[in-house]
Nanobody, 120 residues
Framework: VQLQASGGGLVQAWESLRLSCAASGTIFSIDSMAWYRQAPGSQRDLVASIASGGSTNYAESVKGRFTISRDNAKNTVYLQMNSLKPEDTAVYYC???????????????WGQGTLVTVSS
């Protein structure tokens, strides 16, 4: 199973970006999907998560600016980021809890990370 993230880049403050992350391979089911971020010298923190049924959870710092969504038919999770701030600068990682077969336990899988840089 691979998670391929895309959509990062360099933007100015108050601009928008949309991140995508697609899971591929032999997948039985995907439970929660999420985006984390890690700024230089900092730990990796949860940005937003979305359950298989669609319920969402956001870090306080991004509430009202970021929106997480998913397309279950495409095994893809998105992060729409609006009103970006310089403090949003980080490497963004996608995460998914995946079951490979009906006989396998669930496991966390990570994408490779995509860099978001917001200039002031």
């Amino acid at each position: 199973v691979q998670l391929q993230a895309s959509g990062g880049g360099l933007v100015q403050a108050w601009e928008s970006l949309r991140l995508s992350c697609a899971a591929s391979g032999t997948i039985f089911s995907i439970d929660s999907m999420a985006w984390y971020r890690q700024a230089p010298g900092s730990q990796r923190d949860l940005v937003a998560s979305i359950a298989s049924g669609g319920s969402t959870n956001y870090a306080e710092s991004v509430k009202g600016r970021f929106t997480i969504s998913r397309d279950n038919a495409k095994n893809t999770v998105y992060l729409q980021m609006n009103s970006l701030k310089p403090e949003d600068t980080a490497v963004y990682y996608c995460n998914a809890v995946i079951t490979l077969s009906r006989f396998s336990p669930r496991a966390h899988y990570w994408g490779q990370g995509t860099l978001v840089t917001v200039s002031s």
